[in-house]
């Protein structure tokens, strides 16, 4: 994956941002498979939101681990991506 650097360690910047957005895809979907058979959470409500949130979270801060290592700056996820 390149990136160009990027004034704060551990951001995400526009050269990723399309990798960034296909694995939060790539991560949504398969909750949803894995709900579609569990039926555990209702879609459309707020606990689905917000699991869809800590997924998306995830997914960004995986990203930022790996590119920059477990000193990666994981704030303000929702800034960088």
Known sequence: ?????CP????????TKGEVDFAIRQA????????DVADVVQKCTGYYYEIQGVIED?????????????NANLEDLDKDA
């Not at 994956?1 to 650097?5: H, K, Y």
């Not at 949504?28 to 709900?35: A, M, S, T």
């Open 58 to 70: 995830a997914v960004k801060i995986g990203m930022k681990v790996a590119l920059y290592g477990a």
């Open 8 to 15: 704060r360690q551990g951001c995400l910047n526009s050269r």
């Open 28 to 35: 949504l979907n398969r909750f949803d498979e894995w709900n």
């Open 1 to 5: 994956m390149s990136t160009s650097i």
